[in-house]
């Protein structure tokens, strides 16, 4: 087990463009951790940083206590799963799970009980002597996670190893990295820009937007309260209001209407969000505190509920209604931002 | 599929003028009379003979069969390291370096002959078979960068990226990982660039010495002197040999290889 330390990490292409930004990230022992954001976040190229491709042009790699920023590729003895698996095409499955075995000049004996070993954990043993280009797109993904494995590699590095497969396979494999990372115990960091998949299967979520981590906690954490709108606006919060404190608790929008609040955003003035799923619906009678009278410009149907874009005094916003009322553009509404669930950011 | 009757007439046109004079010339190999003429007056196996019994011709063949082999091994050793040096790093220049080597398939053969001439023979007075061979390889190597750069730039890179995070340095990964799997390129350069050394006369013309002659530069000679058929067997020779090179190559590794 191995804990990973990156310490002001930045990286330019050309020496113009800054893709990381004086990044910091502390792994711990044994833990999953995701780095999550768009494309062109920095995520790929901190991945990379932390296998070796890439030297910063300043900062340092830390695993455990040793120093690791200019070690070579081939002597950090990371395993890696890339998102094209990168199967060597001209072995066959076992010699590809070989590959790192010999090179570390072992017993025979031994080496073919641990690649048996990873091959049977992998459900790989019947495919053992087929080529990659014989074997389906899961198939070879686990070939991939064997070979990087096989090694007992300090760290396994991830680089959206499951966005080639289809809904279903993803969902499986999701669980089948989870549950060997856990069980072999071993230092992970997964990249993706799949927030489900992300949240499944992470300890600790790191999001990034422009070459920096704008947060980094546990999937809970990041779900329930992001800590700045870029994070809110990519887990899913599509409701912004401009809101200014003026009491404890209280704020006020900008037409003049007072919402509360169970939590404290620290400034006087701020953005309040919340997620179109926990705005309620609600009819004249039940109408209490931070409601607010909609006009329904668009209704779209999404399966389990239907989706409606309001126009509010406050702004636009969007409901999830699942309650099987039906309305109608054009139909007025009443509104309610439970005050629990109004993240301030 | 709707079958377009005049673009299958028109195909058979194409080829039919393609393949004709080849025909005409393999038949024209066996003609009894001593000159080369069509229709033929009788049937004959003399003229191969005639071909093993000329020396320019036996000299010629070993002379451009070795330049050719000897050419192209060094413009591999030289040209699949370049290649890969063009394909993997952001060499400055790199769209400029990769047509300088096209040039001399584009420049015509003369020119580079001449050039070449100027160059080796006048001023470095090299001995011919040195100078010959330089001038070989030089033709050769633009077809082998061309064709392995080819080869390369299909490799997946982080197949190579994986090897170096399994443990192998950087040229262990290139003879464990890049070469197996580019091996179909390089044969392809090594048929290009053969056949291209082998058939080459304006170089050879050129760089050629007293009593040194190419197979192709021979074949020249002999024609200004004798118009018997002799010269259509040797067609008729090399002929067969490209088309049995061609079939193993295609039993192998598929002529797909060739034109990737």
């Known amino acids: 087990?191995?804990?990973?330390?990156?310490?002001?990490?930045?990286?330019?292409?050309?020496?113009?463009?800054?893709?990381?930004?004086?990044?910091?990230?502390?792994?711990?022992?044994?833990?999953?951790?995701?780095?999550?954001?768009?494309?062109?976040?920095?995520?790929?190229?901190?991945?990379?940083?932390?296998?070796?491709?890439?030297?910063?042009?300043?900062?340092?790699?830390?695993?455990?206590?040793?120093?690791m920023t200019k070690v070579p590729v081939h002597k950090r003895n990371f395993g890696l799963v890339f998102q094209s698996y990168a199967l060597f095409p001209h072995l066959s499955v076992y010699e590809n799970v070989a590959f790192g075995l010999k090179l570390r000049k072992m017993e025979k004996a031994e080496m073919d009980r641990k690649i048996k070993e990873?091959?049977?954990?992998?459900?790989?043993?019947?495919?053992?002597?087929?080529?990659?280009?014989?074997?389906?797109?899961?198939?070879?993904?686990?070939?991939?996670?064997?070979?990087?494995?096989?090694?007992?590699?300090?760290?396994?590095?991830?680089?959206?190893?499951?966005?080639?497969?289809?809904?279903?396979?993803?969902l499986n494999m999701r669980v089948e990295i989870k549950r060997l990372q856990k069980k072999l115990g071993i230092t992970t960091v997964f990249v993706t820009h799949d927030q489900e998949e992300c949240f499944s299967i992470s300890d600790k979520v790191a999001v990034m937007n422009g070459g920096v981590i704008e947060q980094f906690g546990t999937p809970e954490e990041i779900y329930s309260r992001p800590k700045t709108e870029f994070v809110a606006r990519f887990i899913g919060f599509e409701n912004f209001i401009q809101l200014r404190k003026t009491q404890e608790n209280t704020y006020r929008a900008n037409d003049g209407s007072l919402f509360t609040a169970k939590m404290d955003c620290g400034k006087s003035e701020c953005l309040g969000t919340i997620r179109p799923d926990d705005i309620q619906i609600v009819t004249n009678e039940e109408a209490a505190g931070n409601t607010v009278t909609a006009k329904i410009e668009v209704r779209t149907y999404l399966g389990k509920s239907y989706q409606y874009e309001l126009s509010t005094p406050i702004g636009r916003l969007v409901v999830n209604d699942g309650s099987g009322a039906l309305y109608k553009a054009g139909d007025t509404i009443k509104i309610q931002l439970p005050a629990a669930k109004i993240v301030l950011v | 599929m709707r079958k377009n009757k005049f673009l299958t007439f028109y195909a058979c046109l194409v080829f039919g003028f393609?393949?004709?004079?080849?025909?005409?010339?393999?038949?024209?190999?066996?003609?009894?009379?001593?000159?080369?003429?069509?229709?033929?007056?009788?049937?004959?196996?003399?003229?191969?003979?005639?071909?093993?019994?000329?020396?320019?011709?036996?000299?010629?063949?070993?002379?451009?069969?070795?330049?050719?082999?000897?050419?192209?091994l060094i413009a591999l050793l030289v040209?699949?390291?370049?290649?890969?040096?063009?394909?993997?790093?952001?060499?400055?220049?790199?769209?400029l370096l990769k047509s300088f080597f096209l040039s001399p398939t584009i420049i015509p053969g003369i020119v580079v002959g001449y050039s070449l001439y100027q160059f080796i023979v006048l001023k470095l007075k090299l001995p011919v078979m040195q100078g010959l061979l330089i001038g070989h390889f030089l033709v050769v190597l633009p077809y082998v960068i061309r064709v392995v750069g080819s080869a390369l730039e299909q490799f997946d890179f982080s197949i190579e990226e994986m090897a170096w995070t399994l443990g192998c340095g950087k040229a262990q990964a290139f003879f464990k990982v890049v070469l197996p799997n580019i091996s179909s390129g390089i044969v392809a350069a090594?048929?290009?660039?053969?056949?291209?050394?082998?058939?080459?006369?304006p170089v050879s013309m050129f760089l050629s010495g007293p009593g040194v002659r190419t197979l192709p530069t021979a074949l020249m000679n002999y024609i200004e002197y004798f118009y018997d058929p002799t010269v259509s067997a040797v067609s008729v020779l090399l002929m067969a040999a490209t088309i049995a090179i061609m079939f193993v190559v295609e039993k192998t590794l598929g002529i797909g290889a060739l034109t990737k």
């Open chain 1, 118 to 170: 990873i091959l049977e954990v992998c459900d790989l043993t019947e495919y053992a002597l087929r080529f990659p280009k014989q074997l389906s797109g899961g198939q070879r993904q686990r070939v991939a996670l064997a070979r990087a494995l096989v090694i007992e590699p300090r760290l396994l590095l991830l680089d959206e190893p499951l966005s080639n497969l289809d809904a279903k396979l993803r």
């Open chain 2, 190 to 201: 090594f048929m290009l660039a053969f056949i291209n050394s082998f058939n080459n006369i």
């Open chain 2, 79 to 95: 040209g699949v390291p370049a290649a890969y040096a063009l394909s993997r790093n952001s060499v400055r220049g790199k769209k």
């Open chain 1, 1 to 67: 087990m191995s804990k990973v330390t990156l310490n002001d990490i930045n990286v330019s292409y050309d020496g113009k463009t800054q893709i990381l930004k004086g990044l910091n990230l502390e792994i711990g022992e044994g833990e999953l951790v995701s780095l999550l954001g768009p494309s062109g976040c920095g995520k790929t190229t901190t991945l990379r940083v932390i296998a070796g491709f890439i030297i910063p042009s300043s900062g340092q790699l830390f695993v455990d206590t040793e120093e």
């Open chain 2, 18 to 72: 393609l393949f004709l004079p080849l025909a005409i010339i393999a038949v024209t190999a066996f003609n009894t009379a001593p000159t080369i003429s069509f229709p033929i007056s009788g049937f004959t196996f003399k003229w191969f003979a005639n071909v093993f019994a000329t020396k320019s011709f036996l000299s010629g063949f070993q002379l451009s069969f070795m330049l050719a082999i000897v050419a192209t």
